[in-house]
């Protein structure tokens, strides 16, 4: 991978990377297009990292779809794919990690806790084997997709990273491969995700600003979904990622939610435009 994406630099191409670990949806092939606009060649990988899993987590379980996988990302303009093992990556003797200090300790931190070092050494690992000029991340991780940004910036690394928006089904369920493990009724009791963070944005048309009545406004649409248990449900600033009080800067209606033993993400990002009280909205 080295030696390809040094000679596809050599040539003065413009190298996208797109790391995944796959079971892939139009999440991902997004990425993908949107990488192509921009680069080429795409390069992207598949790589299920055990150090981002805790030991109670589904790494075993996985999705693990290779061969689908495969056709999809050259369906969607994928140059090359890489597909490195776990050995590999984490040979034996293994001892160097990468910390975001800070940012790596709440919400999906503090819920999974080691998750953002295991994500942030392996996706350091992997710019440095590509050494891509643009990597594409979705902002469904809106706080890992930050982390990785800080690290970049930390370690003075040469990529830029690109942050593309979420695409979901069209009940408004967001992406995931998790989803396949939701039953019947909790794949309908799902959509619970998108219904709260709607209600937020409801709100915050009507003029709210409150951090907290935005707040207790999501979690009583979760309540009311009998399938569904909140894990957190927070307003937060868009750069500290720490929970404020008022509307008055970016910042994120942050969602885990459990549907059975699934725990499901997803986000809704809010700036302000320009100096007016007015607010944009990313769902
Ligand atoms: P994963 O395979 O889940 O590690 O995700 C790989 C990349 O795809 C990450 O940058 C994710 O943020 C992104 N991604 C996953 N789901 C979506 C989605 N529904 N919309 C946009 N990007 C996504």
């Avoid at 040539?11 to 796959?22: A, D, K, L, N, Q």
């Avoid at 992207?44 to 999705?63: L, M, R, T």
């Avoid at 894990?231 to 008055?248: H, K, L, Q, S």
């Amino acid at each position: 991978m080295k030696e390809a994406a040094r000679q596809a630099r050599a040539e003065s191409r413009i190298i996208g990377f797109v790391p995944t670990m796959g079971a892939l949806h139009e999440g991902h092939t997004a990425l993908v297009q949107r990488s192509k606009l921009e680069c080429s060649p795409v390069i992207a990988s598949i790589f299920v990292n055990p150090k981002q899993f805790g030991p109670n987590e589904d790494f075993a379980k996985y999705p693990r779809k290779l061969e689908s996988d495969s056709e999809k990302f050259s369906a969607a303009g994928v140059d090359t794919l890489f597909l490195p093992d776990a050995a590999e990556i984490y040979p034996t003797g293994f001892r160097t990690y990468v910390t975001v200090e800070g940012l790596s300790d709440r919400l999906e931190g503090r819920s999974r806790p080691g998750h953002f070092r295991g994500v942030a050494t392996v996706v350091m690992k992997l710019l440095e084997i590509v050494e891509p000029h643009y990597a594409y991340f979705g902002r469904k991780d809106a706080q890992q997709v930050r982390i990785i940004s800080q690290m970049v910036r930390d370690l003075n690394l040469e990529t830029e990273i690109v942050v593309c928006p979420i695409i979901r089904e069209p009940d408004g369920l967001a992406l995931s491969s998790r989803n396949a493990y939701l039953s019947a009724d909790e794949r309908r009791a799902a959509t619970v995700l998108h219904r709260a963070l709607e209600a937020a944005r409801a709100k915050l048309s009507a003029g709210v600003r409150d951090a907290l009545q935005l707040q207790s406004t999501m979690r009583k649409v979760i309540a009311a979904e009998p399938l569904a248990r909140v894990d957190y449900a927070e307003i937060v600033d868009a750069d500290a990622f720490e929970p404020i009080t008022r509307i008055a800067r970016p910042c994120y209606a942050v969602l885990a939610v459990f549907l059975g033993k699934t725990r499901l993400i997803d986000n809704l990002y809010v700036e302000p435009v320009g100096d007016s009280e007015e607010l944009a909205y990313h769902l």
